[in-house]
């Protein structure tokens, strides 16, 4: 199975548009995640002006490049997550500070994602939905059922109209199960799919990086979620725990070899991306690989250019035949 490897552009956000994708096309990458903050895509404009999106596909079609999902991180995270001040760097100026305007400019971005994704061709946008309840996984202070009970009608209660806006538009949004969000394992993702009533819309972004250092095996989760994959993001991560270091991180910034883990370019790490490939098989996933690069001990475009090989290496298509087939005759 030959699928498409895209590069997703958070990390390369500081970069103009044409930029990325120059340097994504002399990479040898099929396509792009477009994240919507920089220059890569504005939301907005994206949902209300042809003129724009035309020139996006127009940049995108020189270079060769295609793209499937658009990235909406950012504005996802402001949906549900309780205000502090670190929202501040991902809200417009005239936001800032103000919790109750921050949370309305989420939304309304959301369901510009939509319609931007809608324009632009793509049928998933990733993202995240943030969490009134993460500040609370360590039960103490204790944390009661009916605060998390709470937390995930919340959840529901502020993701439906958006949801509303995707499903009007034929859109899907693939959520990436990640601390700081209401899905970050196994059984928040199960109680969420739940709590949402199974509502098609509702999927997610596989990203088994998220997933080793909290000591789940990643695979399972593709096994275990068949319909809901969405999207995949391919992202390696390291747990080195030392004796010293913690499974939290220490407060140490990413990259510092003294954390208790890291992420790390595809192949550095822990991820078994083999037994993934075979997941993916074994679901029928067509979509594309994104490579999603972030890794501070590597400078990133050789951190992407050898990610790039790696997953066109591993990535094989299943067998077309039964091994012992021949033995019947």
Same mark, same amino acid.
């Given at each position: 199975?030959? +699928? !498409? ?11 103009? *548009? ?26 907005? +404009?994206? =949902?209300?002006?042809?003129? @724009?999106?035309?020139?996006?596909? #127009?940049?995108? =079609? ?5 793209? &499937? ?20 760097? %991902? ?20 369901? @510009?994602?939509?319609? =931007? ?10 993202? *995240?939905?943030? /969490?009134?309840?993460?500040?609370? &996984?360590?039960? %103490?202070?204790?944390? /009661? ?11 529901? #209660? ?9 499903? #009007? ?9 990640? !601390?700081?969000?209401? =899905?970050?394992? *196994? ?11 199974? +509502? ?27 319909? #809901?994959? @969405? ?41 078994? *991306? ?35 090989? @790696? ?19």
């Amino acid at each position: 199975m030959t +699928r !498409p490897v895209t590069l997703f552009t958070a990390q390369w956000a500081d970069l103009p *548009f044409e930029e990325i994708c120059r340097k994504a096309s002399g990479m040898g990458f099929d396509g792009l995640e477009i994240a919507c903050w920089g220059d890569h895509l504005d939301l907005q +404009r994206a =949902a209300e002006d042809p003129g @724009y999106v035309a020139e996006r596909q #127009r940049v995108l =079609a020189k270079y060769n490049l295609k793209c &499937w999902a658009l990235g909406a991180h950012l504005a996802g995270q402001c949906v549900a997550d309780r205000y502090d001040p670190r929202l501040d760097n %991902f809200a417009p100026a005239h936001c800032k500070g103000n919790p109750e305007r921050i949370r309305e400019w989420a939304i309304r971005e959301m369901k @510009y994602a939509a319609r =931007a994704a809608k324009n632009m061709g793509c049928s998933v946008v990733t993202g *995240f939905t943030g /969490s009134p309840i993460w500040k609370f &996984w360590y039960s %103490f202070p204790q944390t /009661s059922e009916e605060m998390v009970t709470e937390g995930f009608r919340e959840v529901v #209660r502020l993701w439906t109209p958006i949801f509303d806006e995707f499903d #009007r538009n034929g859109v899907k949004f693939a959520l990436e199960v990640h !601390p700081t969000e209401i =899905a970050f394992d *196994f059984y928040t993702a199960a109680r969420l799919l739940k709590e949402f009533e199974y +509502r098609p819309t509702l999927g997610f972004n596989f990203d088994p990086s998220h997933l080793l250092w909290q000591g789940m095996t990643p695979h399972l989760f593709i096994r275990d979620f068949p319909e #809901r994959i @969405y999207h995949v993001h391919m992202k390696d991560a390291a747990v080195t725990l030392d004796g010293r270091a913690g499974i939290l991180g220490s407060h140490i910034t990413f990259g510092d070899t003294r954390r208790g883990w890291n992420f790390r370019s595809i192949g550095h790490g822990g991820v078994n *991306f083999e037994e993934i490939i075979r997941e993916l098989n074994a679901i029928g996933y067509a979509g594309p690989l994104s490579i999603e690069w972030e890794d501070s001990g590597m400078e990133r475009e050789f951190g992407a250019k050898e990610s790039l090989e @790696y997953v066109r290496r591993i990535d094989f298509s299943p067998s077309t035949v039964a091994f012992d087939d021949a033995i019947k005759k």
